[in-house]
């Protein structure tokens, strides 16, 4: 069974940073595009960030310049490195692999930015 592990959320005072890491086991994880999602209460989930193996990341826009996506295929891990948080990045992030029909999702971990 394919599992998904995220970790590194909590709460960050605005400006700060967070690195989140999501483990991946029992799926080809080099074949996969992982990514990188999250809902806020009351949302719809969005898409944060996607990155390809061997490709080139794509982010949302209000995202970008302050996050960054990458992968280890040697550790099955990918992260997301969120710096200048602001309290709108308050929300659960998701873990996501995708490859064709398959899709997997991790468990998810909270977010807080707030003073």
């Known amino acids: 069974q394919v599992q998904l592990v995220e970790s590194g959320g909590g709460l960050v005072q605005p400006g700060g940073s967070l690195r989140l890491s999501c483990a991946a086991s029992r799926i080809r994880f080099s074949i996969y595009v992982m990514g990188w999602y999250r809902q806020a209460p009351g949302k719809q989930r969005e898409l944060v960030a996607t990155?390809?193996?061997?490709?080139?990341?794509n982010y949302a826009d209000s995202v970008k310049g302050r996050f960054t996506i990458s992968r280890d295929n040697a550790k099955n891990t990918v992260y997301l490195q969120m710096n200048s948080l602001k309290p709108e990045d308050t929300a659960v992030y998701y873990c996501n692999a995708k490859f064709t029909t398959n899709n997997f999702w991790g468990q998810g971990t909270q977010v807080t930015v707030s003073s």
């Open positions: 990155m390809p193996s061997g490709g080139s990341p």
